[in-house]
């Protein structure tokens, strides 16, 4: 499944999310493609860009760690999925709204938590899609000078 295409199954998943549990289990999904997304890029994404795409995969990583992972259902781990970026700058584009929309929907939680777990999970998890979304916005820079022509002409 190409990576714009989760991008919005995860997206419409997370907006749907009416209780902490289910919010949290999108995060981590969201984390997931992440840290895939940053892996697939990193392997097969211009060499420009890869070092960037380790970052991002690491720091996915790091917040599948600190998150609640979904409970086993239907849908599984949806990143696992991924057969292909089609347009990279769309889908970095779509995966940064999507950490930004993670880090508000945590705020949010954190925010009521009533315990001081459920806090820094949420704190950490916060920490990790911004700095997820910190990778994806370096990669988005630096994809327009890969598509420029030598002679500085677009």
Do not use: H, K
């Not at 760690?65 to 991924?82: E, F, K, T």
């Not at 939680?109 to 899609?129: F, K, L, P, R, V």
């Amino acid at each position: 499944m190409d990576a714009m295409r989760l991008i919005v199954i995860n997206r419409q998943a997370l907006a749907a999310s009416d209780d902490v549990v289910r919010i949290m289990a999108e995060s981590w999904q969201a984390q997931a493609l992440a840290q895939v997304m940053g892996s697939r890029l990193a392997v097969t994404g211009p060499p420009e860009l890869r070092g960037e795409a380790l970052r991002l995969s690491e720091v996915g990583g790091r917040g599948c760690g600190v998150l609640s992972p979904p409970l086993p259902g239907v849908d599984g781990i949806r990143a696992a999925r991924l057969t292909g970026i089609a347009d990279a700058q769309a889908a970095l584009f779509a995966l940064g709204g999507l950490l930004t929309e993670v880090g508000i929907a945590l705020v949010g939680i954190a925010s009521t938590a009533e315990d001081q777990g459920a806090y820094w999970q949420c704190m950490e998890g916060i920490d990790a899609a911004d700095e997820c979304r910190d990778r994806v916005l370096e990669m988005l820079r630096r994809l327009p000078a890969l598509t420029r022509l030598p002679d500085g002409d677009p």
